[in-house]
């Protein structure tokens, strides 16, 4: 009974001594000495004995070799840190867990065993000045460790936390492919934690590394604690280093003092799926494949990408962070890499981008650029205005014999105005008779326009003649015509405020989403060549269809003018206006300038953020565009049978809606049902066009096909010889043309359907065009001087558009992260991309083509409509 209670005594002694600490102990309470020792005390859970054991012992050596250790055969013990705080927890059921503390130095590899009877607590120390050129690295790596008995890391500083588990698991709902025994992050720096109150920093830093398991069996691992001495990036230099899905890295970039816009640009040899970031300089660090969307921007990639930097959103720096993804649904879909390792070679490199200066040179560059054609347009008019002049004491009236007898010769010469044609209505009224002067009316309206005096039957005998002129479908009042040919500009305006309203109400909540969430992909820039400019993020494609407006208002200038000219001169002699040249009808040309003008607008709402869904906007006036120009060129020689506005703005609107369902819905259905409309479509306008509006489809159409079908095999000669062979040729060519384009739309299905649907516009424009002027030639008639130059100019200005237009810069048919594999840099004055290019030339062969059709006849401004065919 003594020696039992002599043996009790010096244990609860012990026990006493460990729990109080001794006053050697310098290290407050409830902390890890500065220096730990691998001497620590092992108490029983069950017994409450407790055994000193230095750091040579039988037992230490077993825990460092992960053996079982027991006391008494009972319960294994918990390792105190030599204050009396036990890491281990003793449930009285398992056995508790020793902690073993360890003590490492940067750049050295402890590689050491666990299993889930202890863990380990290793300590670095560094001092905090080290801190401010580089950044502490830490390395774990443990081959035999598994899903079910993961090794778990944590990473403890000053301030911040840290942790991760081998191997390393991938986002919920994502495949695995690959698993990954090492796990390597780059430590945040402690001095950019923002904290509540701004505390001072210990110069001397303590860096934990706490490895634990729950595996019974014994697994090996690897911990590494090292400086990364390059972790600051400086302007123009290259950053070359290797990325996987558990290996991310960061760098940090402060801005030099004059520099206030940087281009980031990630350069990769593989296209594995990886992520870009952008994040302020501030802790933590969102480095993993979960969280690094939560920085400020971020963006997929596989070969390149590209983020633009301002100072004023990053004043005290940034840092870069690319993260290499487990899978690569977020880069391609469906696509994925298999038996590759995901190990990713990245270069990044950090640009200025262009200073203020340069800014608004290239800005003021692409205005004067369009000041040019106001310039020259300037020019020419005064020269024309001198030329009247001149002409003014000569003039006389187009009744005058000796004009008619020259009116060729006149034409020859190049009178394009007919403001230079002036006269005295008092000329030769002797010898012609006198037409009254037809009193205005403005009350006339679009239900006046058919009102002609002659009955239907009349308007069979003028409009299926064999042989048609002007004056043959020039027979409604002028008045009526220019009122008709008013409404496609009330139109055009009323369909332009209604469209664009909503249009610019969703890009820019396009926008203020891109700005809110950070994510990039949502809109497809050339990053590389996007200069940002307040909440605008690519203003230089926006600015750029500035040539659009600009040209679509000297256009409308040009057709006043011109218009104007025209007023003045049948104020001298009305007979102009009713028995001479092509009957002059503006609203039509008024409507294509404003077309040209909403074109630039909507062009800029769509490159605020271009993507698949708001393409329609970039396309939908080009289609006004086209079809207003094909009306145009029918309406010259066939003023009274034109389409009108409402008919032309509900077709323009079926074709827009036809646009959403194929962006929507882009089918093999959907793209059999529409090249079923579009050969439907071409063969009912060829009959009204063939017929001259005098074909109809309604219940007597079979038995009139029937009549027509007996009547011509009752003469076979007949069959192949068509009443109109002029237009039968046109229209042969234009549903050959569309037929083909209807073939291969269902044939191949191509995914950009505006794209498509415009091509078929242009492709029947550019037919039409071509066709009137081989039959203007053919039927004797001549081109002037300038319709020649703006042919020229227009077909040089759209070959060199349409080669910088193939220079794809960016195309959202792909993903966003391959989209980006075709940014490139700027190519003129350090702003402009070859899209930019696209703008500022297409915009002028529009223009171009405008002015084109705007004079193309003027060698038959006095020319009888009589002697001016129709075809």
Not at 16 to 36: E, K
Request: proline share 4%; net charge negative; hydrophobic share 40%.
């Amino acid at each position: 009974m003594v020696t039992s209670f002599a043996a009790f005594v010096v244990v609860v002694c012990v026990v006493s001594c460990g729990v109080t600490g001794s006053t050697d102990n310098r290290d407050a309470p409830g902390t890890l000495p500065h220096h730990p020792r691998h001497t620590s005390h092992i108490s029983s859970g069950i017994q409450g004995h407790v055994i000193s054991s230095p750091k040579g012992s039988q037992f230490m050596r077993n825990a460092e070799l992960g053996r079982n250790v027991t006391y008494n055969g009972v319960s294994r013990g918990s390792i105190h840190n030599g204050t009396g705080v036990a890491y281990g927890v003793d449930t009285g059921h398992r056995e508790a867990i020793h902690s073993v503390v360890l003590e490492g130095k940067f750049g050295e590899h402890i590689t050491k065993k666990i299993n889930e009877t202890f863990e380990y607590l290793i300590e670095f120390t560094y001092n905090v000045t080290e801190l401010e050129s580089q950044a502490v690295r830490v390395t774990v790596s443990s081959l035999r460790s598994s899903n079910t008995y993961p090794l778990l890391v944590v990473v403890r500083q000053q301030r911040g936390v840290l942790s991760w588990q081998l191997p390393l698991e991938p986002p919920p709902n994502t495949r695995v492919l690959e698993k990954y025994y090492t796990v390597s992050h780059t430590l945040c720096p402690v001095k950019n934690y923002k904290v509540t109150y701004q505390g001072n920093l210990d110069m001397t830093q303590r860096l934990f590394v706490d490895i634990s398991t729950s595996s019974p069996t014994n697994l090996n691992f690897t911990v590494t604690a090292e400086f990364l001495t390059r972790f600051h990036i400086d302007l123009h230099a290259d950053m070359v280093f290797d990325v996987t899905p558990s290996q991310p890295m960061f760098y940090e970039f402060k801005f030099p003092e004059n520099v206030d816009m940087v281009l980031v640009k990630v350069i990769a040899e593989d296209d594995f799926c990886a992520m870009v970031a952008i994040q302020n300089i501030t802790c933590p660090v969102f480095d993993s494949e979960e969280n690094v969307q939560y920085g400020n921007y971020y963006q997929t990639m596989t070969y390149q990408a590209g983020i633009t930097v301002r100072k004023v959103d990053y004043p005290e720096g940034l840092y870069v962070v690319v993260v290499v993804l487990s899978t690569d649904e977020a880069c391609s879909g469906s696509f994925q890499h298999v038996y590759r390792t995901r190990k990713k070679t990245i270069t990044l490199t950090i640009e200025e981008k262009i200073t203020k200066v340069e800014y608004l040179g290239a800005i003021f560059a692409g205005l004067g650029y369009c000041a040019l054609f106001y310039a020259v347009a300037m020019i020419l008019g005064c020269i024309s205005c001198i030329r009247e002049k001149r002409k003014q004491p000569r003039a006389r009236s187009l009744m005058d014999d000796s004009i008619l007898a020259t009116s060729d010769e006149s034409g020859a010469h190049g009178s394009s105005s007919y403001g230079a044609v002036a006269g005295n209505a008092e000329t030769n009224k002797e010898e012609q008779p006198h037409l009254p002067r037809i009193p205005s009316d403005s009350s006339l309206d679009e239900d006046d326009i058919d009102m002609l005096t002659d009955a239907e039957s009349e308007k069979d005998v003028f409009r299926t003649k064999t042989f048609l002129y002007v004056s043959d479908l020039a027979r409604k009042d002028m008045r009526v015509l220019t009122k008709k040919s008013q409404l496609y500009i009330w139109g055009l305006l009323t369909v332009g405020i209604f469209y664009a309203v909503p249009v610019i109400q969703l890009v820019i909540t396009y926008q203020k989403v891109l700005d809110e969430t950070g994510n990039q992909d949502l809109c497809f820039y050339n990053f590389w060549c996007a200069h940002p400019l307040g909440p605008l993020t690519d203003f230089n494609h926006i600015f750029s269809n500035i040539s659009y407006i600009l040209f679509g208002i000297l256009f409308i200038t040009m057709c006043a003018r011109r218009n104007h000219q025209h007023k003045l001169a049948t104020k001298v002699d009305y007979k102009i206006d009713k028995y001479y040249g092509i009957p002059q009808h503006f609203g039509l040309f008024y409507a294509m300038g404003g077309s040209l003008i909403m074109e630039g607008f909507m062009s800029a709402c769509y490159h605020i953020c271009p993507n698949n869904s708001n393409y329609q906007f970039d396309t939908s006036f080009m289609y006004v565009i086209s079809v207003l120009s094909m009306l145009k060129i029918y309406q010259t020689r066939h003023p009274d049978i034109n389409a009108s506005a409402s008919a032309t703005y509900a077709a323009l609107a079926a074709a827009v809606l036809l646009g959403v369902i194929g962006v929507l819905s882009g089918t093999l259905l959907f793209w059999i049902i529409f090249g079923f409309i579009h050969v439907i479509s071409c063969l009912m306008l060829s009959c009204q066009i063939y017929y001259m509006g005098r074909w109809k489809l309604d219940v007597g159409v079979l038995k009139r096909f029937k009549t027509w079908f007996l009547s011509e095999i009752s003469d076979c000669r007949q069959i192949c010889q068509p009443m109109y062979c002029d237009r039968m040729v046109l229209l042969t060519l234009g549903n050959a043309a569309n037929w083909g384009l209807a073939i291969y739309g269902m044939v191949s299905t191509p995914r950009d359907f505006a794209s498509y649907l415009l091509i078929i516009f242009l492709t029947n424009l550019l037919l039409y065009i071509a066709f009137y002027i081989i039959m203007k030639l053919r039927h004797g008639e001549r081109l002037l001087l300038q319709p020649v130059v703006y042919m020229v100019l227009c077909a040089a200005g759209w070959g060199t558009a349409v080669y910088f237009y193939t220079q794809h810069t960016t195309t959202w048919e792909l993903t966003p992260a391959h989209s980006r594999q075709y940014n490139k840099e700027c190519v003129l004055l350090h702003f402009y991309d070859t899209h930019d290019i696209w703008h500022f030339l297409s915009a002028g062969a529009m223009f171009f083509g405008f002015m084109l059709l705007l004079t193309l006849d003027d060698d038959l401004s006095h020319t009888p409509r009589e002697k001016i065919p129709v075809f």
